[in-house]
């Protein structure tokens, strides 16, 4: 028999397994239930700073909004007052009435630090790390990150339990992802139509898509890190593994937050410059898999609200692709008929490629489109400025009554139109197609099946400026081009303000004027072209810079590189009503126009326009 001190000891002993038991399910019951479904989520206080971040997206474009439709009405104003008032009478217009100019100059032309923007941060020739946005951008992203962290960590800390605060930040995290990636899938698209409403370029939307979706993922991450803790405390790793594996709701969260992460790291400057193709297939395959798990994701959370926000993400992602498509079909197609491209290899490893759109296409100055090759990887596009256009037009009689007068209109429906482009071949597909026109010869050219995607842009209209700067670099005189030409024709008709136009074309090489000679002869043979154009060509790799001549005053070459500021200075001399200052081109050109630019802000209405594309 035991004794009883044996029986006290037997007692203590069983009591104490039990007693820690009890605990182990005590603490099991205060943890686990906050890695689950909605517990300790406050949905309240999400749907508040979503309205919140919305309310400030909204008040944002507002205000965007207003100051746009305030300068279109001030520019639509002078436009008609300006129009028809000789160079001398339009000195009210070249001067500063408000103090809106230091706005401009410290705020939306400002680099972010002293003079670099879009001149690329490279480490060698091969690895570029992006350019840095400027002041105004920096101070709007800086402003909407922060108010992302403020909505994630305004929590209630009075809770006892540190684990329902952990999964108040897990739904909130998770919830603003999901709310962010709406207006960061309007800002990706290329018909967004805040591009037209606003005048802002696809470029910069393209900027702060890349930093929300930056904001998306490290939401979605800590999400997910967010789950994890709680599991972890409440189970160890073989409980989240097993979640993983087993539980549909989390095993869909995981994959969603998977392809975030690998979106972003291969998203880097670095490996999209150099892998732009690849990366641009991955990217697409990745977000269609986002958009799929998080729908289910919150599907299965039982969040039939929240999952009508994934559908509207997903629309606008399918909806821009579909028009897309429909843009290239309606372009590119008609009555039986392809479009075809002529490829013409130039000096200077340039090729002249042009379009035969088989329908009459409309196409302001300053617009660009995204061309795809047959045999050149046909899913590859990238985006060059239209440098010219051509239509081929059909004219029918007005009317039956009218026909013996001669009296006729253009029929659209039987008229084509030409698109020409000016491609420098760097490295991809623009390499390979001067290669392969190379190829054909200097007696042929070669003719390829081609696609037209656009036009895009063409936001800003020159004809309000009395005077109009227009800068290229290399290939970007393809971009200034079509203005020169609207702004003769413009002068001619009696149809815009401009009186004095300047066209400043920087190359290496002579053989370069080869890129646009045949439009720059038709440029020179318009009517009135001497009264108001004046073009410098700075050539800054000549091979004999004695054998550098002028053609005359009105047309003047010279060797070396431009003083920029001098010249600037030069032309706000002369300034004739308000000044437009445009630049395409390198980002270091660029950047050296848009600091000149700043530094004479007090001296007139000089408005600054860059044109870039940066990927």
């Known amino acids: 028999m035991p004794t009883p001190t044996f029986n006290v000891l037997l007692q203590r002993m069983e009591t104490i397994p039990s007693s820690s038991k009890a605990s182990a399910a005590d603490a099991a019951s205060t943890i686990a239930p906050f890695a689950t479904a909605l517990n300790g989520v406050n949905q309240g206080r999400n749907e508040l700073f979503m309205t919140i971040l919305w309310g400030s997206l909204g008040v944002l474009t507002a205000a965007l909004f207003i100051t746009r439709f305030a300068e279109r009405a001030s520019k639509h104003y002078r436009h008609l007052a300006a129009m028809s008032l000789p160079a001398a009478n339009q000195k009210y217009w070249s001067k500063n009435t408000t103090s809106w100019w230091k706005f401009k100059k410290h705020i939306i032309y400002a680099p972010l630090w002293k003079k670099r923007h879009n001149r690329e941060i490279q480490f060698s020739g091969v690895v570029n790390i992006g350019t ?7 101070i709007m992203l800086s402003l909407y990150i922060l108010s992302n962290i403020v909505a994630c960590v305004t929590m209630d800390y009075s809770k006892r339990n540190k684990y329902e605060v952990v999964a108040e930040l897990r739904g909130r995290s998770g919830y603003l992802s999901l709310i962010n990636m709406i207006p960061l899938i309007i800002l990706a698209g290329r018909n967004n ?3 037209s409403w606003l005048q802002i370029s696809f470029d910069t939307y393209n900027l702060i898509h890349r930093s929300m979706g930056r904001i998306v993922v490290w939401e979605a991450v800590v999400h997910t890190l967010a789950w994890g803790y709680v599991k972890f405390a409440a189970t160890g790793w073989s409980g989240i593994g097993k979640m993983i594996k087993e539980d549909p709701f989390i095993g869909w969260g995981t994959v969603g937050t998977a392809a975030l992460i690998i979106i972003f790291l291969h998203s880097p400057s670095p490996i999209r410059h150099a892998f732009y193709e690849t990366f641009l297939v991955c990217h697409i395959f990745l977000a269609a898999t986002i958009f799929i798990a998080t729908y289910i994701h919150v599907r299965l959370a039982g969040l039939h609200n929240v999952a009508v926000y994934v559908m509207v993400v997903a629309s606008l992602w399918v909806g821009d692709r579909l028009w897309r498509f429909g843009r290239l079909v309606y372009f590119n197609y008609s009555k039986g ?11 200077g490893e340039a090729t002249r490629v042009t379009l035969h759109l088989p329908r009459y296409a409309e196409i302001k100055p300053g617009t660009h489109a995204y061309l795809r090759f047959d045999l050149l990887n046909a899913w590859e596009s990238h985006p060059f400025s239209i440098a010219w256009v051509e239509h081929n037009s059909v004219y029918v009689p007005k009317s039956e009554k009218l026909a013996e007068d001669n009296k006729q209109i253009l029929d659209k429906e039987k008229s084509t139109t030409d698109v020409s482009f000016v491609i420098h071949a760097h490295t991809g597909l623009t390499k390979r197609l001067y290669d392969r026109a190379a190829a054909m010869g200097p007696s042929r050219n070669l003719t390829i099946r081609a696609a037209f995607e656009g036009p895009y842009g063409g936001h800003h209209s020159l004809d309000s400026y009395g005077h109009a700067v227009l800068f290229a670099g290399s290939s970007g005189i393809s971009h200034q081009i079509p203005y020169v030409r609207r702004l003769i024709e413009g002068y001619g008709d009696e149809t815009v303000a401009t009186r004095r136009v300047t066209l400043v074309w920087i190359i290496r090489e002579p053989e370069h004027l080869e890129w646009v000679r045949p439009w720059m002869d038709a440029i020179l043979r318009m009517p009135n072209r001497r009264s108001i154009l004046h073009v410098k060509v700075y050539i800054t790799r000549p091979k004999s810079p004695r054998a550098i001549h002028s053609a005359s005053e009105k047309v003047q070459m010279f060797a070396g590189r431009p003083n920029i500021p001098l010249l600037l200075e030069q032309e ?29 802000q007090d001296q007139g209405v000089i408005d600054f326009v860059e044109e870039s594309f940066t990927w």
Do not use: E, Y
């Open 132 to 138: 840095l946005p400027s002041r105004l951008h920096s």
């Open 193 to 195: 139509p805040l591009i």
């Open 337 to 347: 008929k392809f479009t075809d491209a002529t490829v013409v290899a130039l000096p």
């Open 572 to 600: 706000v001399s002369q300034q004739v009503g308000a000044m437009a200052v445009t630049v395409c081109g390198p980002g270091g050109l660029a950047d050296n126009i848009r600091d000149a630019v700043r530094k004479v």
